[in-house]
Protein backbone atom coordinates (compact mmCIF):
# COMPACT_ATOMS: atom_id res chain seq x y z
CA UNK A 1 0.00 0.00 0.00
CA UNK A 2 1.49 3.05 -0.71
CA UNK A 3 -0.09 6.30 0.95
CA UNK A 4 0.66 9.79 -0.80
CA UNK A 5 -0.04 13.18 0.68
CA UNK A 6 -0.51 16.47 -1.92
CA UNK A 7 0.02 19.51 -1.03
CA UNK A 8 0.67 23.29 -2.47
CA UNK A 9 -2.73 23.89 -3.74
CA UNK A 10 -4.05 27.22 -3.21
CA UNK A 11 -5.90 30.17 -5.22
CA UNK A 12 -3.81 32.67 -8.00
CA UNK A 13 -5.10 34.42 -10.72
CA UNK A 14 -4.73 33.70 -14.47
CA UNK A 15 -0.74 33.91 -15.64
CA UNK A 16 0.15 33.26 -12.42
CA UNK A 17 1.84 29.82 -10.60
CA UNK A 18 1.54 27.30 -8.16
CA UNK A 19 3.43 24.01 -7.82
CA UNK A 20 1.70 20.77 -6.22
CA UNK A 21 4.51 18.58 -4.58
CA UNK A 22 3.12 14.89 -3.82
CA UNK A 23 4.59 13.07 -0.46
CA UNK A 24 4.68 9.20 0.24
CA UNK A 25 4.28 7.98 3.52
CA UNK A 26 6.62 5.57 3.83
CA UNK A 27 9.85 4.30 1.79
CA UNK A 28 9.65 0.84 -0.78
CA UNK A 29 12.21 -0.49 -2.11
CA UNK A 30 10.78 0.25 -6.21
CA UNK A 31 9.74 3.35 -6.88
CA UNK A 32 6.78 3.44 -8.82
CA UNK A 33 5.25 5.22 -11.64
CA UNK A 34 3.77 8.41 -10.51
CA UNK A 35 1.25 10.94 -11.74
CA UNK A 36 -1.22 13.49 -11.43
CA UNK A 37 -4.74 14.10 -12.12
CA UNK A 38 -7.26 16.55 -11.59
CA UNK A 39 -11.03 16.52 -11.70
CA UNK A 40 -12.66 19.91 -12.47
CA UNK A 41 -16.05 20.19 -10.29
CA UNK A 42 -18.66 18.48 -11.82
CA UNK A 43 -16.51 17.03 -14.74
CA UNK A 44 -14.67 13.75 -15.03
CA UNK A 45 -11.05 12.87 -13.86
CA UNK A 46 -8.41 13.13 -16.23
CA UNK A 47 -4.59 12.91 -16.53
CA UNK A 48 -2.64 15.86 -16.20
CA UNK A 49 1.13 14.62 -15.96
CA UNK A 50 3.15 11.29 -15.38
CA UNK A 51 6.82 10.74 -14.61
CA UNK A 52 8.57 7.05 -14.65
CA UNK A 53 9.89 5.50 -11.92
CA UNK A 54 13.43 6.56 -12.31
CA UNK A 55 12.48 9.75 -13.78
CA UNK A 56 13.60 9.52 -16.92
CA UNK A 57 10.72 9.90 -19.16
CA UNK A 58 7.67 12.03 -18.39
CA UNK A 59 4.40 12.45 -20.70
CA UNK A 60 1.56 15.73 -20.94
CA UNK A 61 -2.00 15.87 -21.75
CA UNK A 62 -1.88 18.39 -24.52
CA UNK A 63 -3.51 21.31 -22.80
CA UNK A 64 -0.53 21.81 -20.13
CA UNK A 65 2.63 21.19 -22.36
CA UNK A 66 4.47 23.85 -22.10
CA UNK A 67 3.45 24.93 -18.98
CA UNK A 68 3.30 22.32 -16.41
CA UNK A 69 6.59 20.30 -15.55
CA UNK A 70 6.48 17.47 -13.67
CA UNK A 71 9.47 15.64 -11.59
CA UNK A 72 10.95 13.58 -8.74
CA UNK A 73 13.43 13.52 -6.64
CA UNK A 74 15.76 10.56 -5.07
CA UNK A 75 13.79 10.22 -2.23
CA UNK A 76 9.60 10.32 -1.76
CA UNK A 77 8.45 13.47 -3.24
CA UNK A 78 6.86 13.91 -6.70
CA UNK A 79 6.34 17.73 -7.90
CA UNK A 80 4.03 19.51 -10.34
CA UNK A 81 4.83 23.06 -11.51
CA UNK A 82 2.11 24.92 -12.87
CA UNK A 83 3.27 28.16 -14.76
CA UNK A 84 0.51 30.67 -16.95
CA UNK A 85 -2.07 29.30 -15.63
CA UNK A 86 -5.50 29.37 -16.62
CA UNK A 87 -9.06 29.58 -15.49
CA UNK A 88 -9.91 26.33 -17.06
CA UNK A 89 -6.82 24.31 -14.67
CA UNK A 90 -8.87 24.86 -12.28
CA UNK A 91 -9.85 21.80 -10.11
CA UNK A 92 -8.93 19.38 -7.54
CA UNK A 93 -5.89 17.78 -8.21
CA UNK A 94 -4.97 14.12 -7.28
CA UNK A 95 -1.04 12.56 -6.83
CA UNK A 96 -1.31 8.82 -8.00
CA UNK A 97 1.23 5.92 -8.50
CA UNK A 98 1.06 2.26 -9.71
CA UNK A 99 3.80 -0.25 -10.74
CA UNK A 100 4.71 -1.80 -14.26
CA UNK A 101 3.75 0.07 -17.25
CA UNK A 102 3.83 4.05 -16.56
CA UNK A 103 1.49 5.78 -19.10
CA UNK A 104 -1.02 8.38 -18.82
CA UNK A 105 -3.79 6.23 -20.07
CA UNK A 106 -2.76 3.91 -17.47
CA UNK A 107 -5.00 2.35 -14.58
CA UNK A 108 -3.44 3.73 -11.11
CA UNK A 109 -3.98 1.92 -7.61
CA UNK A 110 -2.80 4.59 -4.93
CA UNK A 111 -4.18 8.30 -4.94
CA UNK A 112 -4.08 11.00 -2.15
CA UNK A 113 -6.68 12.88 -1.06
CA UNK A 114 -6.22 15.71 -3.33
CA UNK A 115 -5.58 19.50 -3.44
CA UNK A 116 -7.64 22.17 -4.77
CA UNK A 117 -6.29 24.41 -7.24
CA UNK A 118 -8.63 27.87 -8.55
CA UNK A 119 -7.43 29.89 -10.83
CA UNK A 120 -9.37 33.15 -11.17
CA UNK A 121 -9.41 34.97 -14.33
Known amino acids: LIESVESGGGSVESGGSLSLSCARSEHILISPCMAWFRQPEGKQREAVARISSGGSTTEYVDSVKGRFTISRDNKNTVTLQMNNLKPEDSAMYYC???????????????WGSGTQVTVSS
Open 96 to 110: AAKFDECSLKATYQY
